[in-house]
C-alpha cells in the first residue's frame, strides 16, 4: 500500500524553465509535507516543507502548493537550473498523531538541459 | 542544520556475516531515524533508535535482523545480520531536534551520506 505516491518516475526540462514535481498521497492524517533532493552518492537534502494548515510555501525559486480536497501536492521550481538535476522525494507525516515518521514516495529524476 | 557522519561509506559482504553501521551527529538530537533504499525503491524506515531504551521497529522489521544501539544523544548503530542479496542497500540515519525556541512546532529530518551495503 503506497500511501505517498510520485507517478512520474523522470521529468527533463530546459533550462530556464519551470519544473513541476507532482506527488500524491492517501492518507488524509498527514499534516506535513516535504520535499528532499538526492544526489548520487549522497544522503537526501531538505528543500522545503509544507504543514496542513497552508496551501503554499515559498522559498526563492522553490515553492509547494498543497490541495488537502486532492491529496495532492506539487514543488514549482523557477527558473531551472543544470545543478537542480536531481533525484527528489516528497514525503508526508502524521504530526498531529504524534509520531515522527516519514513516509516517502519512489522519487521522481529530474534532469535539467542546458 | 546537522553534521551526520556515517561508517562505513561502502561495503561489500558475503552471506552470513553482519556489519555494523555507525552513525555520528555533531550535536545532541532528539530523535534518530534509520532509513533503509533498496535499489530503485523508495526510503523505508526500519526502527526509530531511543537512546537508553530498545528501539522501536516498524512492520516488516525486527530485532534480530537490525539490532541497532542508541548509547547517547550523539551517536547510534545499526547492525544488519546474517546478511543475504536482499539486503543489499543504501542504510541511511537521520535526526531530528527539538522545536526552536522561534516556536516551530514542526522540524525536518536531516539525513546521513548512506551507508551502500552490497552482499554477494
Known amino acids: 500500500d503506497q500511501q505517498v505516491k510520485q507517478n512520474s518516475p523522470s521529468l527533463s526540462v530546459q533550462e530556464g524553465r519551470i519544473s513541476i514535481l507532482n506527488c500524491d498521497y492517501t492518507n488524509s492524517m498527514f499534516d506535513y509535507f516535504l520535499w528532499y533532493k538526492k544526489y548520487p552518492a549522497e544522503g537526501p537534502t531538505f528543500l522545503i516543507s509544507i504543514s496542513s494548515i497552508k496551501d503554499k510555501n515559498e522559498d526563492g525559486r522553490f515553492t509547494v502548493f498543497l490541495n488537502k480536497s486532492a491529496k495532492h501536492l506539487s514543488l514549482h521550481i523557477v527558473p531551472s537550473q543544470p545543478g537542480d538535476s536531481a533525484v527528489y522525494f516528497c514525503?508526508?507525516?502524521?504530526?498531529?498523531?504524534?509520531?515522527?515518521?516519514?513516509?516517502f514516495g519512489t522519487g521522481t529524476r529530474l534532469k535539467v538541459l542546458a | 542544520s546537522a553534521v551526520i557522519s556515517q561508517k562505513p561509506s561502502r561495503d561489500i559482504c558475503q552471506r552470513g556475516t553482519s556489519l555494523t553501521i555507525q552513525c555520528q551527529v555533531d550535536s545532541q538530537v532528539t530523535m534518530m531515524f534509520w532509513y533503509r533504499q533498496q535499489p530503485g525503491q523508495s526510503l523505508t524506515l526500519i526502527a526509530t533508535?531511543?537512546?537508553?531504551?530498545?528501539?522501536?521497529?516498524e512492520s516488516g522489521f525486527v530485532i534480530d535482523k537490525f539490532p541497532i544501539s542508541r548509547p547517547n544523544l550523539t551517536f547510534s548503530t545499526l547492525t544488519v545480520s546474517n546478511m543475504s542479496p536482499e539486503d543489499s542497500s543504501i542504510y541511511l540515519c537521520s535526526v531530528e531536534y527539538l522545536p526552536s525556541a522561534s516556536g516551530r512546532s514542526y522540524n525536518e529530518q536531516f539525513f546521513g551520506p548512506g551507508t551502500r551495503l552490497t552482499v554477494l
Open positions: 533508535a531511543n537512546q537508553g531504551s530498545e528501539a522501536t521497529y
Open positions: 514525503a508526508a507525516s502524521a504530526r498531529t498523531s504524534g509520531t515522527y515518521k516519514y513516509i
